[in-house]
């Protein structure tokens, strides 16, 4: 259940009809020795939050007031830099001992909601149910480090034809939402016939490729199959409650599932043998090469390898400490945008490996002891360590 701040975002959020939701990284809380510390806001979304264009050779100014969530009022700036080599958008000044920019909201969510031309609301959402709650209530999934809400648009994708083609023929047959497996199954075809470079993209890029691919037509069936319901008549509070609870529980639910299948996909390609969720000290979501060599004590316990996946990780890290006892190092695969350094070191010094997709390791601080694994390093090594 979402917290009361969560509450107030999505209620903001629609109320006014717009939302920028941004996940803070390093580069935000001045800690990747930017020019200047503050929000980066998305170039593509200016017109979000401010009516100058993204021109180059100058800068511009946008005195703007800004109300937090626990009340303060700042009074704020968005600045455009366009002179030399900058191009960016800065959100800027927020007076002493602001709360909300520090090394500790590192990985925590921004939403940022225009409630008229010169003022704004704006939350920080620390907790992990919070943040997928925003996402699933506002239907806005997060593949980036960034995404961005408008009442009655569409979430901009670049999508080519060929794909709307495969999914829009594949969303007309449905009469009922199939599983999540044939969901990713689905847009692993329609990628695998519409982008002919796929094949030879890196592993990072295919498993970023397709998730952003399976969101898009996952949000072609909801639409499909769910106008009948938005539109009924209900019956009672009730009705429309248990409605919105099964549209928003649907969306956390597939997002994670993705995930995991889309990885399996990956370690298919790479012919490295695994097992999906094998009884074995709990239930790890991947075991290499499997629950035979995992009991087998004659088997080498380095040749052995667990794989935790979670779109987010900020707090459901340690869960994987406690599977699969057997495996001393522990790996985890996130594509969470941006995690604080301190959290970062107690993965570290629990023995705790992450993979993040290479596009989302800028979002991440640069000064802790942990050492990023890309999901093609992730396969390189495990190959190596079975052929070993």
Same mark, same amino acid.
């Given at each position: 259940m979402a917290s009361s701040i969560a509450d107030r975002a999505i209620s903001d959020a629609r109320r006014f009809g717009n939302a920028l939701l941004k996940f803070i990284s390093p580069n935000n809380v001045g800690q990747t020795g930017s020019h200047e510390c503050g929000y980066y806001l998305p170039k593509s979304a200016w017109e979000?939050?401010?009516?100058?264009?993204?021109?180059?050779?100058?800068?511009? @100014?946008?005195?703007?007031?800004?109300?937090?969530?626990?009340?303060?009022?700042?009074?704020?700036?968005?600045?455009?830099?366009?002179?030399?080599? =900058?191009?960016?958008?800065?959100?800027? &000044?927020?007076?002493k001992d602001f709360p909300y920019l520090t090394s500790g909201n590192i990985g925590d969510l921004l939403v940022l909601v225009r409630t008229g031309t010169p003022s704004f609301s704006a939350y920080v959402l620390d907790l992990e149910e919070d943040i997928a709650d925003v996402q699933?209530?506002?239907?806005?999934?997060?593949?980036?480090?960034?995404?961005?809400?408008?009442? %009655?648009a569409e979430v901009a994708e670049d999508i080519d034809d060929c794909l709307d083609r495969h999914f829009r023929?594949?969303?007309?047959?449905?009469?009922?939402?199939? %599983?999540?497996? @044939?969901?990713?199954?689905?847009?692993?075809?329609?990628?695998?016939?519409?982008?002919?470079?796929?094949?030879? @993209?890196?592993?990072?890029? &295919?498993?970023?490729?397709?998730?952003?691919? @399976?969101? =898009?037509?996952? &949000?072609?069936?909801? &639409?499909?199959?769910?106008?009948n319901d938005i539109q009924r008549l209900f019956k009672s509070i009730d009705d429309f409650l248990v409605t919105a609870a099964t549209i928003m529980n649907r969306r956390k639910a597939r997002a994670g599932r993705s995930l995991e299948n889309h990885f399996e996909h990956i370690l298919n390609d790479a012919h490295i043998p695994f097992e999906v969720r094998p009884l074995v000290d709990g239930r790890p979501d991947i075991i290499i090469p499997g629950k035979k060599e995992y009991y087998d004590l004659h088997y080498p316990t380095e040749k052995l390898i667990m794989v935790g996946v979670k779109t987010t990780c900020k707090d459901r890290w340690r869960q994987v400490l406690n599977e699969a006892r057997r495996v001393p190092k522990k790996h985890l695969l996130t594509i969470q945008p941006g995690i604080s350094g301190a959290q970062l070191n107690e993965m570290h010094e629990a023995g705790v490996s992450l993979i993040v997709p290479r596009v989302l390791q800028k979002e991440y601080p640069s000064d802790s002891r942990m050492t990023l694994l890309t999901v093609d390093d992730f396969v390189t090594a495990i190959r190596h360590t079975l052929e070993g």
């Open positions: 979000l939050y401010t009516q100058h264009p993204p021109d180059k050779d100058v800068n511009y @100014e946008d005195a703007i007031e800004i109300t937090w969530q626990d009340g303060r009022i700042t009074d704020s700036r968005i600045k455009w830099y366009g002179v030399g080599t =900058r191009s960016e958008y800065r959100l800027t &000044r927020f007076g699933a209530e506002l239907g806005v999934e997060i593949t980036g480090s960034w995404g961005i809400y408008q009442a %009655g023929a594949f969303t007309l047959s449905l009469d009922t939402f199939p %599983g999540t497996a @044939e969901f990713s199954t689905k847009a692993l075809e329609a990628v695998r016939n519409c982008i002919h470079e796929f094949a030879s @993209e890196t592993a990072d890029e &295919r498993l970023m490729r397709l998730m952003t691919a @399976e969101y =898009r037509l996952f &949000r072609m069936a909801e &639409r499909h199959l769910c106008q």
